[in-house]
């Protein structure tokens, strides 16, 4: 077909060369040759190998590796419908059905003539805005049938995606084409990050500053880690200068995959120069000449806006050579765009990711402080973490510190979304409880709450004075909100599937694991399932978390772990007696309770204990 036809030679070599032919630059070249080729043909794959020095076949296992790139030709305009939880319950059903009657498309299908494909992904970081979509790098909110049919409608007629944000779009400003497409919902602003915010303040002492001064301040104030395993920033930093090495790297894990998280995108959107400012001094604090931001592929809308807060930070001295006009003190960022793998944003898979491989996480240790990118000594850290840094080295530690509670300082930026009037962004100090977060967004119907995505933990209304801190309830950002009258196994369902659609396939508990625990999830929703599934459950569980080589697979079990444990009755009301007949053989209670003592033996947030 002659709208799918090979790229062209000349056009893969330019893509290359674009890269330095730098086997380290594999997703960029990919990525540029699949958002203007909209796949990578079989030549270019060949073509690509011999331009960096891989074999074939290792270019085409990066490209199976990310949804985002495509072995076979996608439409001039792919529409990715978001499939998380919360755009099912806002409506995405009726907004695909919309879609596919309009193109004559069924999700997963390309149009014969080349002009769309219809496709849905997980969590795109828009939850309080669902039903959500990507058309192309464009996002689509608060979708409704009929603005879904009047956006299918005008692509059919020639319109560009673009033009469904805004006649004006190009000649918008880069933050204003953002502020254009997504509402930032900012719904209670902090003394920290989204109060106001002098421009490099933090920065200007950090010069003034040598790298023990930083480690010393960060320690002092408390600082843990916003991605969701709270490790201590400052002796991660800490580390990471004291490592032997020539190149040092810091990582900004702009990834937020994590359904119902979309803190760091209002960051992103609002405070790029602090975060581009923590960076900095991250690199001040350890020595880091060379910094890399991983962009969600998902946030594709954002890369010219942060593209050109970059550029005005080089041409006023803050990036670059001698910043500051300190000497030696030099540093520069650049942008790596992610392309759709939830797995990504575990640190040693996001480091992988940045070389140009597939996004598997690796073994460990080493740790990325001691060999991280290229195999250099490598700090990588969440985008709120670097913008809490930044203001920490402005304001001194003990005002941070005074926030929040006895393990857990500062304030914490909470993307609630579900079943409630305001769902958006709170910056709340630590400590905060259920309760008091459901007031201010509005829930008065909340009967359960999910508390860190799907690898947190689902809490029932007797659990809503529970404080939300790395000392009671971890999150690494999401509170979703679910009313009585939603399905609790649905979720469970839906939690399973993501992690089953996200697994890498390395470890095979993971992989085929979770596959089982989703299978008897569907045996309790089909009114299937008696004592042994229990048993078996838990067994399962147990197995996966103890097996698991990194985060995703040791936290998966947890959808079905905290509500075994938090919503009993959910479960034994739609169980089966025992092949015998005596409901007395099926003891749920003593199931329950193991469940929970294996919930338990791990806490409910993204990562283990990475003593990093
Ligand atoms: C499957 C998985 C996904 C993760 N996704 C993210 C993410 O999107 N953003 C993030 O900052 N950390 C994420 N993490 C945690 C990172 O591995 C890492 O701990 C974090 O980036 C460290 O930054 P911090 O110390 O500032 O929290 C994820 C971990 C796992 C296991
Ligand atoms: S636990 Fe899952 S995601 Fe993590 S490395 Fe193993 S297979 Fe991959």
Redesign the pocket.
């Known amino acids: 077909m002659k709208a799918f036809s090979e790229i062209p030679a000349p056009a893969v070599a330019e893509t290359c060369a674009a890269f330095g032919n730098d086997r380290h630059r594999l997703l960029d070249i990919l990525l540029g040759l699949q958002s203007r080729w909209r796949w990578i043909s079989p030549g270019a794959i060949a073509q690509v190998a011999e331009a960096v020095g891989l074999t074939p076949v290792a270019v085409q296992g990066v490209v199976s590796f990310y949804s985002f790139l495509s072995l076979e030709p996608k439409g001039r305009v792919t529409i990715r419908l978001c499939d998380d939880i919360v755009d099912r319950h806002a409506g995405y059903a009726e907004v695909l059905a919309t879609f596919e009657g309009e193109l004559g498309l069924k999700l997963g299908q390309t149009s014969p003539d080349g002009a769309f494909s219809l496709d849905q992904t997980p969590c795109i970081g828009l939850c309080d805005q669902a039903p959500a979509a990507m058309v192309n790098d464009i996002m689509l909110t608060r979708l409704t049938p009929e603005t879904a049919r009047r956006a299918a409608r005008a692509l059919k007629q020639d319109a560009r995606p673009q033009d469904l944000v805004s006649p004006q779009f190009d000649a918008l400003s880069p933050y204003a084409r953002v502020q254009a497409a997504v509402a930032n919902n900012i719904r209670r602003a902090g003394d920290v990050l989204l109060g106001e915010v002098p421009r490099d303040a933090g920065l200007r002492r950090a010069a003034q500053l040598k790298g023990p001064n930083i480690v010393a301040l960060i320690t002092a104030s408390g600082l ?8 201590p ?1 400052g002796r ?1 930093w800490e580390m990471a200068a004291r490592e032997p090495a020539e190149r040092r790297f810091v990582i900004c ?6 359904p119902g ?1 979309f803190k ?1 995108r209002v960051l992103l959107t609002e405070r790029p120069h602090l975060l581009f400012e923590g960076m900095t001094i991250a690199a001040r604090t350890i020595g880091a000449r060379e910094g890399i931001l991983y962009l ?1 592929g998902e946030y594709v809308y954002l890369r010219d806006h942060l593209e050109a807060v970059l550029a005005e930070r080089r041409a006023a001295g803050l990036l670059g050579k001698a910043i500051l006009g300190t000497a030696g003190f030099d540093f520069d960022i650049r942008i790596q765009l992610g392309a759709g793998a ?9 480091i992988s990711s940045c070389e140009g491989l597939r996004g598997e ?1 690796k073994t460990r240790p080493p740790f990325p402080v001691q060999r991280g990118y290229l195999g250099f000594p490598t700090v ?7 913008c809490h840094a930044a203001r920490i080295i402005d304001r001194g530690p003990h005002w941070f510190f005074a926030m929040g509670t006895e393990g857990s300082h500062g304030t914490k930026l909470f993307s609630v979304s579900g079943d409630c009037a305001s769902p958006g962004i709170y910056e709340l100090p630590y400590g905060v409880t259920v309760r008091e977060l459901l007031a201010l967004a509005g829930a008065p119907d909340a009967a359960a709450v999910q508390v860190g995505g799907p ?1 947190g933990t689902m809490i029932g209304r007797d659990s809503f004075d529970r404080r939300l801190s790395f000392d009671d309830l971890a999150t ?1 950002g999401a509170v979703i909100v679910f009313s009585g009258a939603r399905n609790i196994l649905e979720i469970v369902d839906y939690y399973l599937s993501f992690f089953v659609h ?1 697994s890498c396939g390395y470890c095979t508990p993971c992989r085929v694991g979770n596959v089982f625990l989703r299978e008897a999830i569907a045996k309790f929703r089909h009114g299937h399932a008696n004592a042994q599934d229990i048993a078996d459950i838990r067994t399962l569980a147990a197995t996966i978390i103890e097996t698991s080589r ?3 697979g ?2 998966s079990p947890n959808p079905v772990l905290s509500t075994l444990a938090n919503f009993p009755l959910v479960y034994s009301a739609v169980s089966q007696p025992a092949s015998d007949g005596l409901q007395a053989t099926f003891d749920i209670q003593s199931a329950i309770e193991n469940a929970r003592g294996i919930a338990k033996r791990r806490s409910f947030v ?2 283990r204990d ?1 003593s990093q």
């Open positions: 843990r880690g916003c991605g969701g395993a709270g490790f920033t991660k894990n702009a990834d937020e995959g994590e998280t760091d969600r939830y797995v990504c944003g575990e640190e040693g898979a996001l996480p990588v850290n969440n985008v709120e973490t670097l690898s690494g996200e990194c985060g995703l040791t936290t993204f990562d990475f």
